[in-house]
């Protein structure tokens, strides 16, 4: 009787330790999870760095405009003042 009693303490000590492990793993995994929810998602990554190259060739696009634009304007004031040197 005396060595059932000590087998069933030691098998509830044992269940015990193991409850805590298990909680203390849970506990662990439960903010793993939450970590990862609040991290950005690899679609949403991919996304960004599509949205960053499409603004990086729009503003590309709108430095030679702005270029072509003030060569024109150049040309334009050289034309005015050779017309009005030649006309005084």
Do not use: C, F
Not at 39 to 56: F, I, R, S
Not at 64 to 76: G, S
């Amino acid at each position: 009787r005396k060595a059932m009693l000590k087998k069933s303490e030691a098998d509830t000590s044992k269940v015990v330790e193991e409850k805590e492990a298990a909680r203390k793993d849970h506990k662990k995994l439960k903010v793993q999870s939450r970590i990862s929810n609040e991290m950005p998602q690899v679609v949403d990554y991919v996304q960004q760095t599509a949205d960053q190259y499409e603004l990086e060739a729009l503003v590309r696009n709108w430095r030679r405009k702005v270029d072509i634009a003030e060569l024109a304007a150049k040309r334009i004031r050289t034309k005015l003042r050779a017309q009005g040197l030649s006309e005084t």
